[in-house]
C-alpha cells in the first residue's frame, strides 16, 4: 500500500515538472519570435554598408518637429470675469423685482446707482458711453463693460436706477435727472434702456390713465421724446436700446407697444433705435430662458424669474447695441491728443466710395465675416456710408464721362488716338475738271432750283393743261 502511494507522488511531480516545463518553454517561444520576425523584415547588411555606412534605410529616423510660435492675444478666464463681476456687483444696490419695487417705492428715490468700469487702465483720451435706465439697463452696462474690458479708449459709466421708469417720475425723474447727468459725466454717446417697469397706470392731474389707454399712450410717448429731446439739447448722439420679451406674455405684448413708442422718440432727434427682440425669442416669436450666445452656442441666457438676464444674456445684449455704437465711437489711437488750435490744421481723408475701388481688398477664405456669420440675426439691415464720391456709373450716366480703362485691358477700346479730319484747301472735285476756287472767287456755284412737293406738282401739271386748252383756238362751226 505504501508503495503504491509513493509511487503515485512521484508520478505527480513528474507531471507538474513536465507541464512547468512547457509553459516556460513557451513563454520563452512567444518573447523571441517578434525579434525574429522584426530582425526578418529588414535588408541584411552587405559589405558595402559596413563599408561606407548605410543598411538602416528601412529603420525610421526620428523626425524632427519644428514648434511654430504662436502669439494669443491674453484674455481673462471665466472665473476672472465672474470675480471681477461680483466685485462690481457687490458695490451696487441689490436688484429687486420690478414688480415688487413699484408697489413698495418710497418716498424719496434713491440716487441712480453707479457702476463705472476700472478707468484706471483707460486712456486719458478714451470714448465715454453713459448707460441710463432700469434693471434691464443695468444688465446692459455689465455686458458692455465686459465687452470692452480689453478696450482702453472705450470707458463705460453706468447711472441707473434699477426700480425707476417713465411712468413713476415721483419716485425717480429722468426727465430732471438725466440733464445734470450728462454734464457731469460728459459722455461720447448716450446709451437708453427703460421701460420693463412701466405696465402700470400713469396719473396725470389728479386723474388716473389705464395702460395703454389713448391719454396713456399721449403722455408716455411725451416723456419718452422728452427723454430723447434731452440728448438732441446736450447734442450727445443717442442710442435706444428696446425691450426684449419676458415670461409672461401680457408683458411681453406690452413690451412690443413700448418699442414702438421708443422707435418713434428716437427717430424724431435723429437718433438710433437697437432691436433686441429676435435675439431672445424662438422662431415662432415666444419668450425662451436659453437660446444661442454671441458664439452660437446653445446657453442660458434669461434668469429663473424669467426677467433678468445671465451673464451670457448680458453679452448678447452687448453685442447687439455695439453694431450701433462702433460707428459713433470710430477708431480712436491712444497716441492721439489734439486740442482745440490742432483742430483747423487737421486735412481729413477723402471720402471714398467702394463703387470707385480700383482694386478690392484681399479677403481670407477662412475668414469667418466672409460669409456674414459674425452677424445675428435680428441686428437690423447695414448702412453703407455716405459718399461725395461718384461712382462709376453715375459718371456715366449723370456727366457722361467714360470709364478710364486700363492699356491693354479687355474693355480698352482706344487702340489709337483720333485726330482732326484731313481736309484739302483748295477743295478739288476731280483734277484737271473744274477749278472751285475760281468759281467762288467770281459769282459762285447756283444751288440747284428746289423739287416741287408731290402736290405742287400735281396741281402745276394741272394748270399747264388748263393754260393749253385755253390757248387752242375754238373750232368753227361751219
Same mark, same amino acid.
Given at each position: 500500500m505504501t508503495t503504491f502511494a509513493t509511487r503515485r507522488a512521484r508520478f505527480r511531480s513528474a507531471a507538474l515538472r513536465a507541464l512547468a516545463a512547457l509553459v516556460a518553454v513557451a513563454v520563452a517561444v512567444t518573447g523571441i519570435l517578434p525579434v525574429q520576425r522584426a530582425e526578418a523584415q529588414q535588408r541584411p547588411r552587405t559589405i558595402v554598408d559596413m563599408l561606407f555606412g548605410g543598411g538602416g534605410s528601412n529603420a525610421e529616423r526620428p523626425r524632427r518637429v519644428i514648434k511654430k510660435r504662436v502669439i494669443r492675444k491674453k484674455k481673462a478666464t471665466r472665473s476672472q470675469r465672474s470675480a471681477t463681476r461680483k466685485k462690481r456687483n457687490a458695490n451696487r444696490k441689490t436688484r429687486s423685482s420690478p414688480r415688487n419695487a413699484v408697489r413698495s417705492a418710497p418716498a424719496q428715490a434713491a440716487p441712480a446707482a453707479a457702476a463705472v468700469a476700472d478707468d484706471s487702465e483707460k486712456n486719458d483720451n478714451a470714448k465715454k458711453i453713459l448707460v441710463v435706465g432700469d434693471f434691464m439697463a443695468d444688465s446692459l452696462a455689465d455686458g458692455l463693460i465686459e465687452s470692452f474690458s480689453d478696450d482702453d479708449m472705450v470707458v463705460v459709466t453706468s447711472k441707473t436706477n434699477g426700480s425707476s421708469g417713465l411712468v413713476r417720475n415721483d419716485f425717480y425723474d429722468w426727465g430732471e435727472q438725466l440733464g445734470?447727468?450728462?454734464?457731469?459725466?460728459?459722455?461720447?454717446? #448716450?446709451?437708453?434702456?427703460? *421701460?420693463? =417697469?412701466?405696465?402700470?397706470?400713469?396719473? %396725470?392731474?389728479?386723474?388716473?390713465?389705464?395702460?395703454?389707454?389713448?391719454?396713456?399712450?399721449?403722455?408716455? !410717448?411725451?416723456?419718452?421724446?422728452?427723454?430723447?429731446?434731452?440728448?438732441?439739447?446736450?447734442?450727445?448722439?443717442?442710442?435706444?436700446?428696446?425691450?426684449?420679451?419676458?415670461?409672461?406674455?401680457?408683458?411681453?405684448?406690452?413690451?412690443?407697444?413700448? =418699442?414702438?413708442?421708443?422707435?418713434?422718440?428716437?427717430?424724431?432727434?435723429?437718433? !438710433?433705435?437697437?432691436?433686441?427682440? /429676435?435675439?431672445?425669442?424662438?422662431?415662432?416669436?415666444?419668450?425662451?430662458?436659453?437660446?444661442? /450666445?454671441?458664439?452660437?452656442?446653445?446657453?442660458?441666457?434669461?434668469?429663473?424669474? *424669467?426677467? =433678468?438676464?445671465?451673464?451670457? *444674456? !448680458?453679452?448678447?445684449?452687448?453685442?447687439?447695441?455695439?453694431?450701433? %455704437?462702433?460707428?459713433?465711437? *470710430? !477708431?480712436?489711437?491712444? /497716441?492721439?491728443?489734439?486740442?482745440?488750435?490742432?483742430?483747423?490744421?487737421?486735412?481729413?481723408?477723402? #471720402?471714398?466710395?467702394?463703387?470707385?475701388?480700383?482694386?478690392?481688398?484681399?479677403? &481670407?477664405?477662412?475668414?469667418? &465675416?466672409?460669409? &456674414?456669420?459674425?452677424? %445675428?440675426?435680428?441686428?437690423?439691415?447695414?448702412?453703407?456710408?455716405?459718399?461725395?464720391?461718384?461712382?462709376?456709373?453715375?459718371? %456715366?450716366?449723370?456727366? &457722361?464721362?467714360?470709364?478710364?480703362?486700363?492699356?491693354?485691358?479687355?474693355? =480698352?477700346?482706344?487702340?489709337?488716338?483720333?485726330?482732326?479730319?484731313?481736309?484739302?484747301?483748295?477743295?478739288?472735285?476731280?483734277?484737271?475738271s473744274i477749278d472751285l476756287k475760281t468759281i467762288n472767287e467770281s459769282a459762285g456755284i447756283e444751288p440747284p432750283k428746289e423739287m416741287p412737293s408731290i402736290l405742287d406738282a400735281i396741281i402745276e401739271d394741272w394748270q399747264t393743261g388748263e393754260d393749253e386748252e385755253a390757248s387752242e383756238p375754238p373750232a368753227s362751226s361751219g
Open positions: 445734470p447727468l450728462i454734464d457731469e459725466e460728459k459722455p461720447d454717446v #448716450l446709451a437708453v434702456m427703460i *421701460g420693463a =417697469n412701466d405696465r402700470q397706470p400713469l396719473r %396725470l392731474s389728479g386723474s388716473t390713465l389705464s395702460v395703454r389707454s389713448d391719454g396713456w399712450t399721449a403722455e408716455y !410717448e411725451k416723456r419718452a421724446t422728452d427723454i430723447a429731446k434731452i440728448a438732441e439739447e446736450k447734442k450727445v448722439p443717442l442710442i435706444w436700446v428696446g425691450m426684449p420679451s419676458f415670461k409672461y406674455d401680457s408683458m411681453s405684448e406690452d413690451m412690443v407697444f413700448f =418699442n414702438d413708442i421708443y422707435r418713434r422718440a428716437a427717430e424724431r432727434v435723429s437718433g !438710433e433705435f437697437v432691436s433686441i427682440w /429676435d435675439g431672445f425669442v424662438d422662431e415662432n416669436g415666444d419668450f425662451v430662458y436659453s437660446g444661442p /450666445d454671441v458664439n452660437g452656442q446653445t446657453t442660458r441666457l434669461r434668469g429663473s424669474d *424669467g426677467l =433678468n438676464m445671465t451673464d451670457a *444674456g !448680458e453679452e448678447k445684449l452687448a453685442f447687439f447695441t455695439e453694431k450701433a %455704437l462702433l460707428p459713433i465711437l *470710430g !477708431e480712436v489711437s491712444p /497716441d492721439i491728443a489734439l486740442d482745440a488750435k490742432s483742430l483747423p490744421t487737421i486735412q481729413l481723408q477723402p #471720402l471714398s466710395n467702394a463703387a470707385s475701388a480700383q482694386v478690392a481688398a484681399p479677403v &481670407g477664405l477662412n475668414d469667418p &465675416g466672409l460669409d &456674414g456669420s459674425e452677424a %445675428l440675426l435680428g441686428t437690423g439691415s447695414s448702412q453703407t456710408a455716405f459718399s461725395l464720391e461718384m461712382s462709376p456709373r453715375d459718371r %456715366l450716366v449723370l456727366n &457722361g464721362d467714360q470709364v478710364n480703362s486700363r492699356e491693354g485691358r479687355a474693355d =480698352n477700346f482706344a487702340w489709337s488716338t483720333k485726330s482732326s479730319a484731313i481736309r484739302s484747301d483748295p477743295p478739288i472735285v476731280y483734277r484737271g
